[in-house]
């Protein structure tokens, strides 16, 4: 049994509560001014379960470096549980060093999959689909190539920053789950184009190793290339460097609306997309993304609750609250 499993969850905790020498990992820590005056620290943290953030008040990073404390760590934590805007916060009154026999590894959240045998599954299928037409290699050719040479850094990436797939090996875990979802639609709506629209949920967020950093602690911030960019852009770019390597090699007007379903997918220009979706399995794809990543969202929450409870606000990425029935 993990050392994690000897403590509740920090979702767990009641308003009022208090814990002590609660040892947590910890991902990072940022000062930030508060508004009466002075400083707090944002500290993120990891119960093992999920990523949490922390506010220590009343004090500068520097303090908490002075303790012993780094990225990376475990510490032993003192937190009171406080209500906030009909919800939780998390209160650090207190953080150490743990005394205690606690991993760093027995925290790290990863995807409940085998992300390698799940890749190879969807580069394998990618491969079965791919034969010559006319005079050009399917475009699952080209998706199956990119996987390939970004093979270790894709099955090692977290997939957002937050709201869903924020873990290790979470990009593999969403897009092994999406290319499932749409081998299935397929066979329901015959229309679509197959190869296209598995080539595009392949590759709809590999850039993501690009515009995000995954550390070996589990915490993902963005890149400089990243917050400049962001992945749809990244992600195009790339597909079209393979494209350039392989003259001839495959239809440029695959190539094009594969780069069009990676550029669309989110759909509206104010949630990042540089266009909309102009075909069927465009528009598959953003809905096939959007499900995963809710139902990731969602799945999480639930399983936070007991029969019969309802959680006290709207998570984010959600629309509504979400309830576990009684039976």
Not at 23 to 47: H, I, M
Not at 82 to 110: C, E, H, M, W, Y
Not at 295 to 320: A, Q, S
Request: aromatic share 8%; with cysteine.
């Amino acid at each position: 049994m993990a050392i994690k499993d000897d403590y509740k969850k920090l979702s767990e905790l009641e308003v009022d509560e208090k814990v002590f020498s609660r040892p947590l990992l910890v991902l990072s820590f940022t000062e930030k001014a508060q508004k009466n005056g002075g400083s707090y620290v944002d500290v993120k943290v990891t119960d093992g379960y999920d990523k949490h953030d922390i506010k220590m008040f009343n004090t500068a990073a520097s303090e908490i470096t002075a303790k012993g404390i780094s990225d990376g760590v475990v510490a032993d934590c003192d937190i009171t549980v406080q209500a906030f805007n009909n919800g939780k916060s998390l209160r650090l009154d207190d953080i150490r060093p743990t005394a205690k026999a606690a991993r760093p590894v027995d925290f790290l959240v990863t995807a409940p999959i085998d992300v390698d045998v799940s890749f190879d599954k969807m580069v394998g299928h990618l491969k079965s689909l791919t034969t010559t037409e006319g005079e050009y290699t399917s475009i699952t050719g080209l998706a199956a190539e990119l996987l390939e040479e970004n093979r270790e850094a894709f099955v090692f990436s977290g997939a957002a920053k937050g709201m869903h797939h924020d873990i290790i090996g979470g990009l593999v875990y969403h897009t092994y789950r999406m290319f499932a979802s749409a081998t299935l639609l397929c066979q329901i709506y015959k229309s679509l184009d197959a190869k296209i629209l598995l080539s595009a949920v392949a590759l709809h967020d590999i850039a993501k190793i690009r515009e995000m950093k995954t550390s070996t602690a589990g915490d993902i911030t963005y890149t400089t290339e990243g917050q400049l960019m962001g992945h749809l852009y990244m992600g195009a770019e790339m597909i079209h460097d393979v494209a350039v390597k392989n003259p001839g090699k495959y239809d440029p007007e695959k190539v094009m609306l594969l780069k069009h379903m990676i550029l669309s997918h989110h759909l509206n220009p104010e949630w990042g997309a540089v266009k909309g979706p102009a075909t069927a399995e465009a528009q598959m794809l953003h809905y096939i993304d959007q499900i995963d990543a809710k139902m990731y969202v969602f799945e999480n929450r639930f399983n936070d609750l007991k029969p019969g409870e309802l959680t006290d606000k709207v998570p984010y990425g959600l629309e509504n609250f979400v309830y576990k029935p009684l039976r």
